[in-house]
Nanobody, 115 residues
Framework: QVQVVESGGGLVQPGGSLKLSCAAS????????MGWYRQAPGKERELVAT???????NYANFVKGRFTISRDNAKNMAYLQMNSLKPEDTAVYYC?????????WGQGTQVTVSP
């Protein structure tokens, strides 16, 4: 069993920054890719960024240049540094860890960007 827990969400003003953390624990031999996704009210969940075990990254166009994904393989952690936040970034942010071809999701952390 693998547990995934996100943290670091909150309320921030437009133009501000937040850093999200994702911790994976449990029966982990090796985590393949990790990723951040988000879901705004009334919308489908969408990909924000992913990172492979080797550090290769992929970003949605709407966050390129503003968000940075990273990971610490030794700690089974992933991070999402979010800069220049916009109101449209408001959503629940979810972390996903892929272990042995299975997807494990966290419960999400709320990010609200508002004056």
């Amino acid at each position: 069993q693998v547990q995934v827990v996100e943290s670091g969400g909150g309320l921030v003003q437009p133009g501000g920054s937040l850093k999200l953390s994702c911790a994976a624990s449990g029966s982990i031999f090796r985590i393949n890719a990790m990723g951040w996704y988000r879901q705004a009210p009334g919308k489908e969940r969408e990909l924000v960024a992913t990172i492979s075990s080797g550090g290769r990254t992929n970003y949605a166009n709407f966050v390129k240049g503003r968000f940075t994904i990273s990971r610490d393989n030794a700690k089974n952690m992933a991070y999402l540094q979010m800069n220049s936040l916009k109101p449209e970034d408001t959503a629940v942010y979810y972390c996903k860890a892929i272990v042995l071809d299975y997807d494990y999701w966290g419960q999400g952390t709320q990010v609200t960007v508002s004056p």
